[in-house]
């Protein structure tokens, strides 16, 4: 099957550099590769601000009706968000489908999601971007006969009416949130069991899926495109010093990251809200990393995780040279690995140990016979290191959260 061909359109607003416009526009070329269109050609604009009417100048227009002739292009894709009436217009001059980055994401999620949650959460994100651009989508949908921009869960919904919709978006929004109550029993029964909690974030493709594979000997899906995996998924881990732990691959953040979608996996990002620690996987290769890890931290903050604790993790070190590496090394607290390398992957875990030890401490307690209960408690979290028999008790040897550790304070030796 052929690839579609699309035009790629970006603008340049006040306080963005030339080389920022020209990173996002690469990008937008992969998420288009990852969607399955050919990049015909890309063009920008540099305006003080977005044409009420068509985001670009007519003039700019014309030219992209020219590019979109010449190369027989079936798409027209934006790097920013279009009204609905923007998107409209355009698509009267173009005469083919015009998407913009929203939408192009989108489309990417609809495709990857394999999992119920992660299907219902596209498909909301879908109806709560389509639902205010229904009118021009009915005559887009007829005549442009689907492909990027199209697909997915919400494709079915579009041709009907908004009260439809609506109440679409109602049952999705419940049934996603009965998706969320187990997460969150879930999440409640590791703290009950004393687990401590690491979430894995990062810009898209950064490398999560393989380190998390490489770390925990697990089988995530692995691919080098964005947005290749979307559902969390937790598999545990053993630290050096003993402490069990549970580590969770998230979906990857991006810049621009559509409010549709930061609503939609809400539940998903639950898992990063409720870590004790957070390890940034960060693509130390990538030319825009500076910016790659101001976009994640901006996300962090929206969704309230801003002020968790985190290493940064500097991954893919094996396409760097030793200069590279090196000055990476020296950022405070930063470790620098590739995945695919055991003693890389080993020096990782160590700093994971030593960060999460400093919120544990080691005691050694006689918990009395008849305080039955306080030793069954201690068991269930995984807490006992070692324990002797005694005429008075319970001797043991246990690590409890600092949180945790005044619950025994009256029986430590």
Known sequence: MAKEKAVLVAVSLPGETDWQVEQSLVELGELAKTAGAKVAAAVWQAKERPDSKLFIGKGKADEVKGLVAQYSADSVIFDEELTPSQ???LEGIFDCKVIDRTGLILDIFAQHAHSAAGKLQVELAQLNYYLPRLKGLGIQMSRLGGGIGTRGPGETKLETDRRRLRRRIQRVT????????????????????????????GYTNAGKSTLINSLTKGEVYVADQLFATLDSTTRRLEL??????????????????????????????????SADLLLHIVDAADAAVTEQIRAVETVLTEIGAGEI??????????LLDDEAKAALGMKLGAVVVSAINPDDLGRLVEAIDRRVSLGFLGLTVLIPYAQGALRQWLHSRGAVISEEHTAEGSLMDIRLKKVEAQRVEAFRV
């Open 309 to 318: 604790d985190r290493i940064q993790v500097f991954n893919k070190a094996d």
């Open 174 to 201: 419940r049934e996603l949130a009965e998706l969320a109550k187990t997460r969150a029993t879930q999440r409640q029964q590791r703290l009950k069991r004393h687990i401590f909690s690491i979430a894995l974030v």
């Open 240 to 273: 050096p010093s003993g402490i069990e732990v549970v580590v969770t691959d998230t979906v990857g953040f991006i810049s621009k990251l559509p409010h549709e979608l930061v609503a939609a996996f809400a539940s998903t990002l639950d898992e990063v809200v």
């Open 87 to 89: 998107q409209l217009n």
